[in-house]
């Protein structure tokens, strides 16, 4: 375990359905950050929260809406979702101090 | 903003070859080189960083190299095994900034 983590692990989800990833971490970090991997783009960032604000949306369509509530906590909230959204989301954390982001090991979404 | 250009997008050896990958950025401001590597159906885990500092880090099979004037860092795995199989990133960071990434190496290496 690398102290993220990530649940559900997999997903399959209609175009009408609404639902929520879940990210977590315990490892003390204040920032967190949502990506998306996919064949096309490989580490697409989405989101970023520092200290629980929301610092960056790299011009993610609303039908992703991302939400904070503590430092150890994100949540990916989806509806309405398009086939082209199937990926590999990725949440990480990290600092402000200059050291690397931990990984959680994704959720793989599968939009029908 | 920073840019990260990493090559090859795909690398293939023979077990017990090295491989290397390259990396390049264009902000001279970056300090913070690490590299990722990344298993089928796991997250990307750090294998290896280096600081501008620093000109060469090693541990075990695994080497990064860091030219701070051509701005350029490298990953060198020796004596590779099929374990090493896996996709690699690079990334650099300046502190109190956001860490970019390369585009990613897809590593095959065959027994």
């Known amino acids: 375990e690398t102290g993220v983590t990530q649940t559900p692990r997999h997903l399959v989800m209609g175009m009408t359905n609404k639902k929520s990833l879940k990210c977590e971490q315990h490892?003390?970090?204040?920032?967190m950050y949502w990506y998306k991997q996919s064949a096309k783009k490989p580490l697409e960032l989405m989101f970023v929260?520092?200290?629980?604000?929301?610092?960056e949306n790299n011009s993610v369509p609303s039908r992703f809406s991302p939400e904070c509530p503590n430092s150890s906590h994100l949540f990916l909230h989806l509806h309405t979702l398009q086939p082209e959204d199937s990926a590999l989301y990725l949440c990480?954390?990290?600092?402000?101090?200059?050291?690397?982001?931990?990984f959680g090991s994704g959720t793989r979404l599968t939009v029908v | 903003g920073e840019n990260v250009e990493q090559h090859p997008s795909t690398l293939s050896v023979q077990e017990g070859d090295s491989a290397v990958i390259k990396c390049t950025y264009s902000?001279?401001?970056?300090?913070?080189f690490p590299w990722y590597k990344q298993e089928l159906g796991k997250g990307p885990q750090l294998i290896i960083d280096?600081?501008?500092?620093?000109g060469e880090k090693k541990d075990q099979r695994i080497a990064v190299t860091l030219n701070k004037t051509a701005k350029h860092f490298s990953l060198h795995i020796t004596e590779t095994q099929p374990e090493d199989s896996a996709v690699y990133f690079c990334?650099?960071?300046?502190?109190?900034?956001?860490?970019?990434f390369g585009g990613g190496t897809r590593l095959m290496v065959k027994p």
């Open positions: 990480a954390s990290g600092t402000l101090a200059n050291y690397g982001y931990t």
């Open positions: 490892l003390g970090h204040n920032a």
């Open positions: 929260y520092n200290f629980k604000e929301q610092t």
């Open positions: 902000d001279s401001a970056s300090n913070y």
């Open positions: 280096i600081r501008s500092n620093v």
């Open positions: 990334a650099a960071r300046e502190a109190g900034n956001m860490l970019t």
